[in-house]
């Protein structure tokens, strides 16, 4: 009898490990990348409290070219986080090449970017009132663009190395700091966009300080190996090719498909705004819901990444469904979580966001949106974390083309009547295409064998 006992215990622990450890790798993601767009979110709240809505829709707008322009190349995060989890070593070699790549990057970017910023912010078609503080805010923010990327490349790697603690304590430590300077900045010094750019510009500098202290203090052999990498002429690429063209191979994939993501919510910004500074304000609050209820699911799809990229390294089929059988009932049992909650919150949510009427009127009405997606979204967020860790970049680059060209493009031009309404219809279609897109691929790929 102690036997059985003993044994129906183990299997139990067995059968519940893999959601112990997704759980165990995803909580501290969940928690630092709502901080992420949490910053997002107190800049609009405090702009949002500000006499006129013009700061809120010239920094929305801001905001949303920024983040086309940096998380462009995002694909410094994610390329790193599959390729470190997938090395049989520390992922040194890998991490130097992404940071090499980002220094290099970002100062390209601030070079060809600044000049062009009049001509980007018309193409979002801010207001005469908000184009001002657009411009002001992005002047500004370009100038941390090579520490911002270099920082996608440290998280990447921490994410790889199944280490989630760092990334909290960066994020989490950065954004307290910007939440700070925001308050101080803005609303004490009054110095609108500008000051929520400046407190943005410092807290991309407090992360990259943040996340190579804690690459040497929790990450030395990484740290000693990255030294001896640069000493060695076989490293560069004018001695060995080969794996810069794999990460350029990889990175290419998701350059192209972090570009259309960006380029879909950043339409999605400009056909809000071409509505007015209320509803381009009242579209701001709720992105940056739907930014936060992102960010969440993604800590989920962040744990798969670095625990599937090592169950091919180690080539491991059980490992493998385990593994993504778990993470998708976590994942779904969250978005759940969050739609109730948007339901039950909405008389509470809305107003810490802006107490102008105008505004909050207009937020209400499109609200029903926004607790509808995360049910729709939740498999795009979780199976991006899959096809991620197994380096299947083209699969990602194939799904987002469809939906952002083939689906949201052509929704938008048959509902562009309803006005904003038909702008969130065809957003929600585009999630929904992302979803059933990969999908299709982990189903057929999974029949196939062809994952190890």
């Known amino acids: 009898m102690k036997n059985s006992s003993a044994l129906s215990s183990a299997l139990s622990r067995r059968a519940t490990a893999p959601y112990r450890r997704v759980w165990h790798l995803a909580w501290p993601m969940i928690l630092s990348n709502i901080t992420v767009p949490l910053l997002g979110a107190v800049d609009t709240a405090v702009l949002g409290h500000l006499s006129s809505p013009e700061y809120l829709s010239g920094v929305a707008i801001g905001a949303s070219v920024i983040s086309m322009l940096l998380w462009a190349f ?41 000049p062009m910023l009049p001509v980007i912010t018309q193409w979002m078609n801010a207001s005469a009132e908000a184009s001002p503080h657009a411009r002001d805010y992005l002047q500004i923010r370009l100038l941390s663009a090579p520490v911002a ?8 790697f921490f994410i790889g190395r199944q280490d989630s603690r760092a990334p909290l304590a960066i994020l989490v430590t950065a ?16 110095l609108g966009a500008r000051g929520a750019a400046w407190a943005s510009v410092f807290a991309d500098l407090c992360s990259v ?45 998701l350059f192209v498909r972090t570009c259309l993501l960006l380029f879909t919510l950043t339409f999605f910004t400009a056909q809000g705004a071409a509505q007015g500074d209320t509803v381009l304000a009242a579209n701001a609050i709720l992105l940056q819901l739907l930014m936060m209820t992102s960010y ?32 998708g009932v976590w994942a779904v049992a969250t978005a759940m979580a969050i739609t109730a909650l948007l339901v039950t ?37 979780q199976l991006d974390g899959v096809f991620i860790g197994a380096g299947k970049s083209r699969q990602m680059r194939n799904t987002m083309f469809i939906a952002s060209v083939m689906v949201f493009i052509p929704a938008w031009w048959t509902t562009r009547h309803m006005g904003n309404t038909g702008i969130w219809f065809s957003l929600f279609l585009w999630f929904g295409a992302r979803s059933f897109g990969l999908m299709v691929y982990f189903y057929n790929y999974t029949k196939s064998k062809v994952w190890l």
């Open 74 to 114: 995002g694909f410094l995060r994610m390329g790193t986080t599959g390729l470190v989890a997938r090395a049989s070593d520390s992922g040194a070699a890998w991490l130097l090449r992404a940071l090499t790549l980002a220094f290099l990057l970002g100062a390209l970017l601030l070079v060809l970017a600044s």
């Open 149 to 156: 990327l270099a920082n996608f490349a440290l998280l990447g």
């Open 175 to 190: 954004n307290l700091l910007n939440i700070t300077l925001d308050l101080v900045l803005i609303l004490g010094l009054g």
């Open 209 to 253: 300080t943040l996340g190579w202290w804690l690459l040497t203090l929790r990450h030395r052999d990484t740290r000693d190996e990255m030294i001896r990498a640069i000493r060695d002429p076989d490293f560069w690429p004018w001695r060995n090719i080969a794996p810069w063209l794999e990460l350029m191979r990889i990175n290419g994939d």
């Open 296 to 327: 969440a699911l993604d800590g989920f799809a962040h744990a798969t990444e670095s625990l599937v990229g090592r169950a091919i390294r180690r080539r491991s089929a059980g490992e493998f469904q385990r593994i993504n059988r778990a993470a």
């Open 345 to 381: 919150g909405k008389s509470w949510i809305l107003p810490l966001f802006t107490d102008i009427p105008a505004v909050l009127a207009a937020s209400a009405q499109y609200y029903p949106w926004l607790c509808a997606l995360p049910l729709v979204a939740v498999w795009s967020y």
